[in-house]
Each structure stands twice: as structure tokens, then as C-alpha cells.
Antibody
Framework: EVQLVESGGGLVKPGGSLRLSCAASGFTFSSYSMHWVRQAPGKGLEWVSSISGSASDIYYADSVKGRFTISRDNAKNSLDLQMDSLRAEDTAVYYC???????????????????WGRGTLVTVSS | SSELTQDPAVSVALGQTVRITCQGD??????ASWYQQKPGQAPVLVIY???NRPSGIPDRFSGSNSGNTASLTITGAQAEDEADYYCNSRDSTTDHWMFGGGTKLTVL
């Protein structure tokens, strides 16, 4: 059974740092790209960052680029998100999600987030 | 920048059919995937690809794609389908992922 469990959330002051982790189990972690997705209180889902299985490809949303760093440890089946220079607008529940792996079907690419963790709450406030 | 557009809210009578749409240029390259989210819970994948349901998702959920528009259809909506629904795809130019703004479905 695929399981993703986030940890590391909490209360932090503006300008501070926090490191989130996602513990993965039930699948060959190194074979899958992984994502961080966040949801501010009462708002919609926002993609934050992605990392390929080998960590060779990394992407960030413009809203976090230069402040957040995604990484993974395939030996420990762990995904991390280092968040620096935090702002009030970074307050959200942060989810890790597994990528299904892209497949081209009938001319379009099929790719999706097939498993999600329960999330961890990050609150940025003075 | 590329984005996905959804109607903020839709309502449907119990047992009737409802369609939730998602528009965006990225859908000309990537299939949309659809996620259901109930209050206080993590999103759950309900439709992916051309029209595929993960194990455990009722067959009243279906999807379709045409040009820059993807649709999620619930045929015979149930009370438990009341939730927020989000579409998702990827920008083939930037490789960034994106979500639609979400559609709040009310079952009357």
C-alpha cells in the first residue's frame, strides 16, 4: 500500500525557515517523480515544486523560486522541502504527492498525481 | 502564463447529471486529471487520462477532452459527491504544473 506521510509543519515567524519532510512507503520511491502542493486556508490547490526520481529535474512555482528548495533521499525514501524567507502568504497545508509517470496516449500526455499525503500545516505569523 | 479556468460553483439535483469544465491551453498537450476534495481532507484522484478511474472511484464519474477543454461528468450525482473539484495539468513550455481554481459542487 502506497503511503505518504508529511511532517515538519508548525508556526514560524516571517523571514524564518522550516523544513518539511515526506516519508514514502509501499513503492519503489526512486522510480517516481514527486511533488509538493499547498493549499492556503479557504483557497484552492497550488503546485509548489517537483523533483524527478533521480533528482536531475527540479521545478518550482514562480511564487517560491529562490526561497524553497526541494530534495530527496532515495536511500531513505524521503522527500524534503526546505522553506526559507517565509512570508505570511506561505501559510498553507502542504501536501506531498506522487507522480504517475508520463505516458503519451492518442497524441496527448497522460500524467497525474496518483497518491497524496494528508498534509502538514505551516503557519507564518509574528 | 498558462492557467486553467473552472467555474467557481455548480449545483445539481440529487440523482441528476452535472458537468464540470476546465479550460486552458495546456490541455492541448496534456490530459487533465481531476481531484475531489472534501472539507478537512486531502485531494483524491477521480479521473485521469482520456477517461480513466482509479480503483474505488464509482463509475458515475467520467471524463472527456476536446481541444482546450476538459470535462468531468457525474451521472446520477449522490449526496456524498458534494465537494470541491480541481483539474490539473502541465504547461509543456515551462514544465510547470497547475491547478484550476476549483469548482464547489453542491448536491441539492
Amino acid at each position: 500500500e502506497v503511503q505518504l506521510v508529511e511532517s515538519g509543519g508548525g508556526l514560524v515567524k516571517p523571514g524564518g525557515s522550516l523544513r518539511l519532510s515526506c516519508a514514502a512507503s509501499g513503492f519503489t520511491f526512486s522510480s517516481y517523480s514527486m511533488h509538493w502542493v499547498r493549499q492556503a486556508p479557504g483557497k484552492g490547490l497550488e503546485w509548489v515544486s517537483s523533483i524527478s526520481g533521480s533528482a536531475s529535474d527540479i521545478y518550482y512555482a514562480d511564487s517560491v523560486k529562490g526561497r524553497f528548495t526541494i530534495s530527496r533521499d532515495n536511500a531513505k525514501n524521503s522527500l524534503d522541502l526546505q522553506m526559507d524567507s517565509l512570508r505570511a502568504e506561505d501559510t498553507a497545508v502542504y501536501y506531498c504527492a506522487r507522480d504517475s509517470s508520463p505516458v503519451r496516449i492518442f497524441g496527448l500526455i497522460q500524467d497525474y498525481f496518483d497518491f497524496w499525503g494528508r498534509g502538514t500545516l505551516v503557519t507564518v505569523s509574528s | 502564463s498558462s492557467e486553467l479556468t473552472q467555474d467557481p460553483a455548480v449545483s445539481v439535483a440529487l440523482g441528476q447529471t452535472v458537468r464540470i469544465t476546465c479550460q486552458g491551453d495546456s490541455l492541448r498537450s496534456y490530459y487533465a486529471s481531476w481531484y475531489q476534495q472534501k472539507p478537512g481532507q486531502a485531494p483524491v484522484l477521480v479521473i485521469y487520462g482520456k477517461n480513466n478511474r482509479p480503483s474505488g472511484i464509482p463509475d458515475r464519474f467520467s471524463g472527456s477532452n476536446s481541444g482546450n477543454t476538459a470535462s468531468l461528468t457525474i451521472t446520477g450525482a449522490q449526496a456524498e459527491d458534494e465537494a470541491d473539484y480541481y483539474c490539473n495539468s502541465r504547461d509543456s513550455t515551462t514544465d510547470h504544473w497547475m491547478f484550476g481554481g476549483g469548482t464547489k459542487l453542491t448536491v441539492l
